[in-house]
């Protein structure tokens, strides 16, 4: 294993030089600032983690939580700090689809694909089936790329699905939308 990947792998371990605990410790810094010096760095370097094993991956279609939790399992990045600092308790039952849209953007997401992924996750807990299974029974006449082919599967359950869950699919819309022109 590369001196590299080691540092990163022990990073969430690291206990700071004597000199800095003292240098903190004469500072008279309050040990509530600590643990938010704390959490922010635990928070950035989970952020970092992630954004490169999802640079790796590309889009797969399936739900935001699932792909951030898969990706918190792949790299060993602790994901509470990251989404504590954003004030978000669960990926899964966030409804505030900005919050989970900005921190898609953060983890290097095209708007695109955030859309996509937490519109599949919106239509996964309205209790329809596992999105793959959804998308392989679709069988689309003309294979695309993933990204593609997971919007035209939303797209051609949108018809189907109840009202409410639509209205959360355009409510999904506007929390990307509100994030992306955002960071414009």
């Given at each position: 294993?590369?001196?590299e990947?080691?540092?990163e792998?022990?990073?969430?371990e690291?206990?700071?030089?004597?000199?800095?605990?003292?240098?903190?410790?004469?500072?008279?810094?309050?040990?509530?600032?600590l643990?938010?010096?704390?959490?922010?760095?635990?928070?950035?370097l989970?952020l970092?983690?992630?954004?490169?094993?999802?640079?790796?991956?590309?889009?797969v279609?399936?739900?935001?939580?699932?792909?951030?939790?898969?990706?918190a399992?792949?790299t060993?990045?602790?994901l509470e700090?990251?989404?504590?600092?954003?004030?978000?308790?669960?990926l899964?039952e966030?409804?505030?689809?900005?919050?989970?849209?900005?921190?898609?953007?953060?983890?290097?997401?095209?708007?695109?694909?955030a859309?996509?992924?937490?519109?599949?996750q919106?239509?996964?807990?309205?209790g329809?089936?596992?999105?793959?299974?959804?998308?392989?029974?679709?069988?689309?006449?003309v294979?695309?790329?993933?990204?593609?082919?997971?919007?035209?599967?939303?797209?051609?359950l949108?018809?189907?699905?109840?009202?409410?869950?639509v209205?959360?699919?355009?409510s999904?819309?506007?929390?990307?939308?509100?994030?992306?022109?955002a960071?414009?």
């Amino acid at each position: 294993m590369s001196d590299e990947r080691q540092d990163e792998l022990k990073a969430e371990e690291y206990i700071p030089p004597s000199w800095l605990q003292e240098a903190f410790a004469q500072s008279g810094t309050s040990p509530e600032f600590l643990r938010r010096c704390e959490e922010s760095a635990l928070s950035v370097l989970a952020l970092t983690k992630l954004r490169r094993e999802r640079e790796k991956l590309g889009f797969v279609q399936v739900a935001f939580s699932a792909y951030v939790q898969g990706l918190a399992k792949l790299t060993g990045a602790l994901l509470e700090p990251l989404l504590s600092r954003r004030g978000i308790v669960s990926l899964e039952e966030c409804k505030n689809s900005g919050s989970l849209a900005r921190l898609a953007r953060e983890l290097g997401f095209s708007d695109r694909e955030a859309s996509a992924l937490l519109k599949v996750q919106v239509v996964e807990q309205s209790g329809l089936a596992p999105f793959p299974m959804v998308v392989a029974a679709r069988k689309p006449a003309v294979p695309s790329d993933p990204l593609t082919e997971c919007e035209l599967t939303l797209e051609s359950l949108a018809g189907s699905l109840p009202s409410e869950i639509v209205r959360e699919l355009r409510s999904v819309d506007e929390g990307v939308r509100g994030a992306y022109v955002a960071e414009s």
